[in-house]
T-cell receptor
């Protein structure tokens, strides 16, 4: 059974810092991995999607990497801003038609 | 990205009443939609998967007679919470999968906050 873990559960950093959020999964047989952002009381916004054959994806200040063999993904946020404060969730899909399995999320707070 | 809307964004109802939540894909056709439930400070729990024109597939432990799902068209799915009770109070989020687009990426609605008094 696939399990997804995110560490840390919460993180507080000063504005301007670069930071890394971690996601690990127990079964390396995945189809793809997605990173999401969730603001309080809101739905999920898709940030990056990495296919199993890919190593990383980049969008603006965000970079997500995937090491399928070790069951790990990281989300790197460069030059953090207070507007980046939110909960970040990673999720994996086993196959093309499969469901997303979510981690518990990392609650990020960027202090001005 | 693809846009998914939900209506209403919040609802308060009395115990014993039924509540319907709508989920729409605004600029794409979604052959598959998902319904999730989220408790405070917790991750999303998948309740059911629905494919257009067929019966929904419910996750273990989710009562299909309690949570009625209808996916009548490629742009609309509804979740009806029947005979709601306070323990049904939660944040309900729908998601749609974009068939034919890159890697079956999923997009999520803004969520519906249900409070049952």
């Amino acid at each position: 059974k696939q399990e997804v873990t995110q560490i840390p559960a919460a993180l507080s950093v000063p504005e301007g810092e670069n930071l890394v959020l971690n996601c690990s999964f127990t079964d390396s047989a995945i189809y793809n991995l997605q990173w999401f952002r969730q603001d309080p009381g809101k739905g999920l916004t898709s940030l990056l999607l990495i296919q199993s054959s890919q190593r990383e994806q980049t969008s603006g200040r965000l970079n997500a990497s995937l090491d399928k063999s070790s069951g790990r993904s990281t989300l790197y946020i460069a030059a953090s801003q207070p507007g980046d404060s939110a909960t970040y969730l990673c999720a994996v899909r086993r196959n093309q038609g499969g469901k997303l399995i979510f981690g518990q999320g990392t609650e990020l707070s960027v202090k001005p | 990205g693809a846009v998914v809307s939900q209506h209403p964004s919040w609802v308060i109802c009395k115990s014993g009443t039924s509540v319907k939540i709508e989920c729409r894909s605004l600029d794409f056709q979604a052959t598959t939609m998902f319904w999730y439930r989220q408790f405070p400070k917790q991750s999303l729990m998948l309740m059911a998967t629905s494919n257009e024109g067929s019966k929904a597939t419910y996750e273990q432990g989710v009562e299909k007679d309690k949570f009625l799902i209808n996916h009548a068209s490629l742009t609309l799915s509804t979740l009806t919470v029947t005979s709601a009770h306070p323990e049904d109070s939660s944040f309900y989020i729908c998601s749609a999968r974009v068939s034919g687009r890159t890697y079956n990426e999923q997009f999520f609605g803004p969520g519906t906050r249900l409070t049952v008094l």
